[in-house]
Every structure is written in C-alpha cells, then in structure tokens.
C-alpha cells in the first residue's frame, strides 16, 4: 500500500500486469528489450556460424555484438511513442494484444495424407509412382524417405520424454500467492489500472484489513490475560489446598502424640496401682 501511495501523491498512474505477461503488455519488453535480445541472439548466431563454432566467445566480443545490436534497436526517434502504441496503453485499444492470442483453426490435414513415421505406406507409395524402383533416384528417393521417418520417429520419442520430464518437474514447483489488493467481485484478466479512485478504495480496504489486524491481536491479547489470570488462580486454589492439608497433618500428628501421651499416663497410673496394691 505505501507503494500505492507514493504513486498517487507524485501522480503516477499505477498498472499492475498479470504474472507472466510483461513480455506482451510491458512497453518497455515489447518495443525495447525483446527487440534488443533478439538482435543479440541473432548476430551471436550470426558470429558462431561464421566462425564454424570453432572459436568461443571471450569477454571482449561481447561489447562489440552488443553495441551492434543497441544501435539498431534504440536508433528509433518514435521508439517510446510506439511502445505505448504497441501495448494498447495509448490510444486506449485491448484489441491490440489480444489479437496477438487469436489463433486462426488450422485446416485438418487430408486423409490422404501420409504420417512420416508410416514407411511400409511410403514405401509403396513410392513403388507405385515410380516405373523402374532400380534406378539410382528411386532408390535415393526411398534411402531418404526411410531417414526421415527415422528421425522423426527419434525426436518424437525424444519429445515424450522431455515432456514427461517437465510434467514431473512441474509437480514440485510451489506457486507463489499473488498481492490481494482487488476487490473478488470484481472480474478482470488481472490486469489492474489504478486510478484515483481505486486507490482511494484500495485505502478503504487497506483500513479495514488493519483495524481487522488490529481487532483480531487485541482479542489474542485479551484471551493470553485470561489465561494468565486463571493459570495464577489455579496456582492460588492449589497453594491453598497444599496448606490445608499441611494444616489438617499437623492436627492428626497433634492428636495423635496426644492420645499416645494419653495412654502412656493411663499405663504409668495403672502400675502405680498395682503397685500400692502389691504393698
């Protein structure tokens, strides 16, 4: 929230993107940065392919592949006016991305189709059309068509694998919880553009979140003294009882040395008596 505030009091107009999307809404990926890391990529592949992969890149190559590829991205006066263009930022239009995500339906393939990896059936088809399969480009042909199935049939099995690879990576990533700072009623793509007035009411929210925060500790608080005072109560109910039976033992071990003293005296009178009575 206090980043919210800083916007609003320099009159900064926040837009906060979806996760993984700054490469298409971004202006600053979409007309500097992607273009910039493509012209990278592309004359690094340019350099290692002139150079038959012989040679690496030492650190003194980079500056010069980079800089090339700085002037011709950033040479553009109109730059920053179309990156806003490009992202639908301004003029206002959804349209601009989201054309970007419409996919045209593919034509379905024709019956007659052949699958690459169906060699028996190209075989055939290849005997079929041509007269003589003894001759040197008929059997080129078919040494070709066996390879590519081949090969077809090895990246196929390759791609499975790498594909069952990263669906048992994905199981073990933990998925980060995005900042809540929108009203649930409302519906967006998760895009949010911040405005006066949703930040006034992020506020409200952001208010409400806090006297909640507040409410819920000062209950904590009052029930952390209530067992406090209990637990001094119960301590005091059992000193109490601890005395009272000190007490009480004191008593019976008073009574008893008394009635113990009783016996003696009556023991002590009765052989006096005999004694008298002996005499």
Known sequence: MAFIDYCDRN?????????HSTHTLQPLDVVLFKPLSQAYTQRLTTYLHEAQELISIARGDFFGLFWDAWVSVFSRETLISKAFETTGIW???PNVVLKRFTRTPERSPSSSRLSPSDWLQMERLVRAAVKDTRQDEAKKLSLTLHQVSVQNQLLQHENRGLHK?????KKYK???????LQQ????????????????????????VRAD?????????????????AAKVQRQIELEDRRAERERLKVVREKEKA???AERERQKQQRNAEKAIQLS
């Open 258 to 260: 008394e009635k113990q």
């Open 91 to 93: 003029p206002k239009d």
């Open 174 to 180: 933990k998925k980060g919880k995005a900042l809540d």
């Open 212 to 228: 909640d925060e507040m409410e819920e500790k000062l209950q904590k608080a009052r029930r952390k003294e209530s067992r406090e």
């Open 184 to 207: 649930r009623q409302e519906y967006h793509g998760g895009a949010i553009f911040w405005s006066p007035r949703k930040v006034r009411e992020a506020r409200a929210r952001e208010k």
């Open 165 to 169: 690879a990263l669906q048992h990576q």
């Open 11 to 19: 009159r900064i107009l926040l837009m906060v993107f979806p996760p």
